[in-house]
């Protein structure tokens, strides 16, 4: 088992994760559904546990894999270096947006995919498109990065992760992935996974290194903005430690 490329994806697989994505959504569980995920992501947005911080990675790193076991099917990635189909009309094609993958009708349709905790973004959701996409060549470069603080840099904040946030999010800022409640969009989770993949091949690039400036940061008890090695992430209970060798890729 291993998490692929979306674009590698056979059509049955993609149809699959679209239907997956659906199920979940409509489960009345509150404690393992869709809207579970999008709500931890609020309540914890703010937190110094799950974003700017170095335990970003973990945490959503965990968050992926709980998903991953409540959906049922293997989460793609989506390599944003690779696929910069730049639309999310309606009637796309190809690229992440269409038709029959992330861009189906139906999650447009708030009566099938009503959109939670996000007040002023309402219940339909929304995506724009708004600036560039970071480049495979970017991707390379911060693959050589040689200490963590360097790497967690770029892909956590600039050019990466939050700027393919803002990107969906759109020029007006009207997109839910603009929000903390991005996990309205399915397109949170294709992100993160691949964020998650560069972590990992990361990880896998370094492996000497075991100063603090190692896989993770801190290794020790922490600081008071970042968490511990051992300390336990919320709301997923789990440490930090527990997280760093699960590496599907
Ligand atoms: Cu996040």
Redesign the pocket.
Known sequence: MARKDWLDLTQPERTALVNALFKLKAKTDSSRNYDFFVRQ?VNFFSSFQ??RAASFFPW?REMLRRFEIELGVELPYWNWGRDRQGSVTTSATTGIFARDFLGHPDFLNAQRWRCVEAFDLGEQLRRGWFGQLPTATQVANTMAAPTFTQFTTTVERAPFHNNVHGIIGGQDGTGHMGDGSSPNDPVFFLHHCFVDKLWSDWQAKHPSQTTQDGQYWPLGRGTSRDLGIDAVMQPWGVSVRSTLTFRPY
């Open positions: 992501h799950a974003h959503h």
